[in-house]
């Protein structure tokens, strides 16, 4: 059966740093689009980053040069490096996962294409 676990959120302060993991079973990472969303209060779930199947990775423009994803698949996980963070990073973080075309994987792709999440991580980040 399917599923994605993840871990790693917690609260910090501005400017601090969080790693999150995300296990993955059912299916190995390397052959599909992978990556992470996010959802605060009141506001749509929006895409952080992903990577694709050949490794090709983007990201949100308000979060580029900060955040970092990456995957061991030897572990089947996917991880998402979060540094320099901000108040308005604030959000629960979703793994999800598909199988899509890698011209598709691409952040700004509706979070409708994705059937399969995980349960989420609350991320805070103070002032």
């Known amino acids: 059966q399917d599923q994605l676990v993840e871990s790693g959120g917690g609260s910090v302060q501005d400017g601090g740093s969080l790693r999150l993991s995300c296990v993955v079973s059912?299916?190995?990472?390397?052959?599909?689009?992978i990556g992470w969303f996010r959802q605060a209060p009141g506001r749509e779930r929006e895409g952080v980053a992903l990577?694709?199947?050949?490794?090709?990775?983007t990201y949100r423009g308000s979060v580029q040069g900060r955040f970092t994803i990456s995957r061991d698949s030897a572990k089947n996980t996917v991880f998402l490096q979060m540094d320099s963070l901000k108040p308005e990073d604030t959000a629960m973080y979703y793994c999800?996962?598909?199988?899509?075309?890698?011209?598709?994987?691409?952040?700004?792709?509706?979070?409708?294409?994705?059937?399969?999440w995980g349960q989420g991580t609350q991320v805070t980040v103070s002032s």
């Open positions: 059912g299916y190995t990472i390397s052959s599909i689009c």
């Open positions: 999800a996962a598909q199988n899509l075309q890698n011209a598709l994987c691409r952040v700004g792709i509706s979070s409708l294409y994705f059937e399969h």
């Open positions: 990577i694709d199947s050949v490794g090709r990775t």
